[in-house]
């Protein structure tokens, strides 16, 4: 089971932000309670309601002036979200990930592409570059933050400790010279257009 989702948002095609959806409930549209604020006269001040459960999410049109289109449709009900699915609410679009490593990646290639590339090659896989100074227990442990698992899901799934996995993370981190798992996520996603173009 996965704690989020996130939303890759932008504006009229300019690229905004990433939205970790944290709640069951978050509002869409431009008054100030809104959890997910867009503040375009286009949106309705309470347009649509994203409902996450921590395994599926959907979309609730909130019978907005303009109405909110799924994969380029006019919803009239709720719709299931998966992974990668395009909301577009006025000039807004907002891309559901179900993951943070596929939205940083989603936000970096569409400065050069598109996030759609990413959603009709989903076997592309990750990208990585070489560094001979992980052992490779930690470059296990590499490969599972930057596909946005938390320390608990890489233990998982190398079947190790906890304690084990943050002692890897604490020496990967000193090797890129960073303090976190989300700047290791931001490091390796701004080299993914640099390393695909030379694949």
């Not at 009229?12 to 978050?26: A, F, N, Q, Y």
């Not at 979309?59 to 990668?84: A, F, K, M, Q, W």
């Not at 799934?157 to 798992?181: C, D, E, G, M, Q």
Request: glycine share 6%.
């Amino acid at each position: 089971m996965l704690n989020n989702i996130y939303c890759v948002i932008s504006h009229e095609g300019v690229l905004e932000r990433i939205h970790e959806v944290e709640t069951p409930k978050s509002l869409i549209g431009r008054c100030d309670d809104a959890v997910i604020w867009l503040p375009d006269p286009h949106v309705s001040r309470e347009h649509a309601i994203l409902h996450w459960t921590g395994e599926n999410a959907s979309v609730l049109d909130l019978g907005s002036r303009n109405g909110t289109h799924v994969s380029e449709r006019l919803i009239c009900g709720e719709e299931p979200l998966y992974d990668g699915t395009e909301i577009r609410i006025g000039p807004y679009v907002l891309r559901v990930w179900y993951g943070i490593g596929s939205a940083i990646r989603c936000f970096v290639n569409s400065e050069i592409s598109t996030c759609t590339d990413l959603v009709r090659r989903p076997d592309m896989g990750y990208q990585h570059l070489q560094f001979p100074d992980l052992t490779p227990a930690q470059r296990r442990v590499y490969d599972g933050f930057v596909e946005g698992l938390s320390e608990k899901q890489v233990a998982m799934r190398l079947n190790i400790s906890i304690n084990t996995v943050h002692t890897h993370a604490k020496a990967i981190y000193r090797t890129f010279a960073i303090s976190s798992r989300a700047e290791l996520i931001r490091r390796w996603a701004s080299l993914q257009p640099q390393n695909q173009r030379q694949s």
